[in-house]
């Protein structure tokens, strides 16, 4: 991968010619808790190597940038199986929810094909296969007693990691040029946070499981509350995000990043 100034810049306007074909940010932002998952055993012969027989995302800002292309492959697929799926086409899902997640769905395949032009030299497999067998693609949310993540629920989950994804690996990247597109793409991936947060509970785009902000009063209530904390978007390291990614991986996609511990 090329870090010249020229390349990155390249790079950006194949970005926006993308975004102008797929209507990029066409909805405004509306104004992870992700329950059950757990870490599969190893066997004893990968116990000094949790993640023998991944597939690793590299070192440098390839390696990097090869974190972030899996990750919207992994929502791309995710909002591309939610357009097709029964809670979409149900009658009373809202023509604006339908709106909101056909939108997802062309910002998160922009992002995948972005980063798969971006990736020139060392790029990882283009055909990682997903897991949502947690996922009940049928339900707006999680059904009281399922195993099974709602739709909303899972949304929240993806777009939640992401942002914690982007912010954390921003420490690792080099290029000043792809930390400015990263910065860029983070941001709309927190509009899709804060969008899905509100359908499912009003006031949460900013609460403290994303936000390193804490009141002493519910959403500081009549703004009475002592605030404490950065105010700051949490970030999570690549390992951490990829121990979540990965139970939505199928066995032989599942990711790893030991270079960016």
């Not at 993540?149 to 290029?175: H, W």
């Amino acid at each position: 991968m090329h870090n010249s100034t020229n390349s990155s810049v390249d790079l950006a306007a194949g970005l926006g010619t993308l975004v102008a074909r797929r209507s990029f940010l066409r909805y405004s932002g509306a104004g992870l808790a992700v329950g059950g998952l757990w870490l599969a055993g190893c066997s004893k012969d990968d116990d000094n190597n949790p993640t023998a027989g991944f597939i690793d995302v590299g070192t440098g800002d390839t390696g990097i940038l090869n974190y972030a292309y899996a990750l919207e492959q992994l929502e791309a697929a995710f909002y591309a199986q939610v357009v097709a799926g029964d809670y979409f086409k149900n009658a009373n899902t809202s023509a604006a929810e339908k709106a909101l997640f056909t939108d997802l769905k062309d910002h998160e395949a922009i992002h995948a094909a972005f980063f798969k032009g971006a990736i020139t030299s060392g790029r990882i497999t283009d055909s990682l296969q997903p897991d949502f067998s947690g996922i009940d693609f049928s339900q707006r949310t999680t059904a009281a007693g399922s195993a099974k993540m709602g739709v909303l629920n899972a949304a929240m989950a993806f777009e939640d990691l992401g942002v914690a994804a982007y912010n954390g690996a921003a420490r690792f990247i080099s290029s000043v040029d792809y930390l400015t597109l990263a910065g860029k793409i983070v941001s709309v991936e927190a509009r899709h946070a804060a969008a899905i947060r509100e359908l499912l509970t009003q006031n949460t785009f900013v609460a403290n499981d994303v936000v390193d902000l804490t009141t002493s009063t519910p959403n500081n209530s009549g703004g009475t509350g002592n605030l404490t904390g950065t105010g700051m978007e949490r970030s999570k390291r690549p390992p951490v995000v990829l121990e979540t990614a990965n139970k939505f991986l199928a066995a032989n996609s599942k990711l790893s990043a030991n270079s960016f511990a």
